[in-house]
T-cell receptor, first 117, second 107 residues
Framework: NAGVMQNPRHLVRRRGQEARLRCSPM?????VYWYRQLPEEGLKFMVY????????ESGMPKERFSAEFPKEGPSILRIQQVVRGDSAAYFC???????????????FGPGTRLTVT | QQPVQSPQAVILREGEDAVINCSSS?????VHWYRQKHGEAPVFLMI?????EQKGHEKISASFNEKKQQSSLYLTASQLSYSGTYFC????????FGSGTKLNVKP
């Protein structure tokens, strides 16, 4: 009964380096959300993807951030040239479908804690 | 648009009740409720879709008003395990979470 998997759980990067965060959705789920959470704050939506397609990226910063969900393999959130302000917990969540007339629960992974030094 | 939650924080004794509110200036398509314990991932509690809907069981339940602009989460006879931060959220492809309500249940 594999849930949503994220790796790494903790990632330390120096300013200017690249960070790659991976998310494998629950079995049978084809949609992935990425969120960022700063300490003691709420979850901020970043991007919503299905396999090979970005459905909504309105919450993603225009520069340095990108996300993909290939046909095979996990979804990847990529942060280029990281800065201290990127330090946060990054959660992904998966849901089974996308249906504009309905709303589905999301199952969250354990998160990746990114620290930029 | 991000829904607004109130109160920001609640301290309860075991066995006491609590109500957490989530409101929006515009009708929400749906409302989701999640609980997050410190250092852990959020966990799904329930979704409400229809105006006037009520859902849940006797200990944790939620309602969605007729205009779909307010939802309330009811925690009855709270237990220590209820402690955590409760988020409401709503979606229209992108997903917006409220700022959260921190609940602390003490023995």
């Amino acid at each position: 009964n594999a849930g949503v998997m994220q790796n790494p759980r903790h990632l330390v990067r120096r300013r200017g380096q690249e960070a790659r965060l991976r998310c494998s959705p629950m079995k049978g789920h084809s949609h992935v959300y990425w969120y960022r959470q700063l300490p003691e704050e709420g979850l901020k939506f970043m991007v919503y993807l299905q396999k090979e397609n970005i459905i909504d990226e309105s919450g993603m910063p225009k520069e340095r951030f990108s996300a993909e969900f290939p046909k095979e393999g996990p979804s990847i959130l990529r942060i280029q040239q990281v800065v201290r302000g990127d330090s946060a917990a990054y959660f992904c969540a998966s849901s089974p479908y996308f249906d504009p007339t309905y709303s589905y629960e999301q199952y969250f992974g354990p998160g990746t804690r990114l620290t930029v030094t | 648009q991000q829904p607004v939650q109130s109160p920001q924080a609640v301290i309860l004794r075991e066995g006491e009740d609590a109500v957490i509110n989530c409101s929006s200036s515009k009708a929400l398509y749906s409302v989701h409720w999640y609980r997050q314990k410190h250092g852990e991932a959020p966990v799904f509690l329930m979704i409400l879709l229809k105006g006037g809907e009520q859902k849940g069981h006797e200990k944790i339940s939620a309602s969605f008003n007729e205009k779909k602009q307010q939802s309330s989460l009811y925690l009855t006879a709270s237990q220590l395990s209820y402690s955590g931060t409760y988020f409401c959220g709503t979606d229209l492809a992108e997903f917006y979470f409220g700022s959260g309500t921190k609940l602390n249940v003490k023995p």
